[in-house]
């Protein structure tokens, strides 16, 4: 989780995120959360491209939505939160998440 949080903020600065998990790896165990005022275009337009988190919607005057991701030491690798950073960064960076197909919300998130 650490890899994933330091690429995270390193590649997606100024995209609108901000860390809700602890800082600390100790205190947020194998999950970590980002808040983002979208939070629910950008997740499907993630699990889209294969990377498969969670969204939680935000109460008002929280912290936005939050964008969940887990990871299962078991059989997650280094790589896969490298490349699912990378994914993050372009669907915000290009603004994919924008498109109306992702803003359908469907029962289950």
Do not use: K, N
Request: aromatic share 10%.
């Amino acid at each position: 989780t650490a890899l994933f949080v330091e690429r995270v903020e390193a590649s997606c600065a100024g995209l609108g995120l901000t860390l809700a998990s602890p800082r600390a790896a100790a205190e947020r165990g194998s999950q970590v959360s980002f808040a983002h005022a979208d939070g629910y275009p950008v997740m499907q337009a993630l699990i889209e491209r294969g990377v498969v988190g969670d969204f939680r919607a935000g109460h008002e005057g929280g912290d936005g939505h939050l964008l969940r991701f887990g990871f299962t030491p078991l059989y997650t690798r280094f790589v896969d939160a490298w490349d699912a950073a990378a994914i993050l960064s372009d669907v915000l960076s290009s603004e994919a998440w924008r498109e109306p197909r992702y803003a359908h919300r469907a029962a289950v998130t």
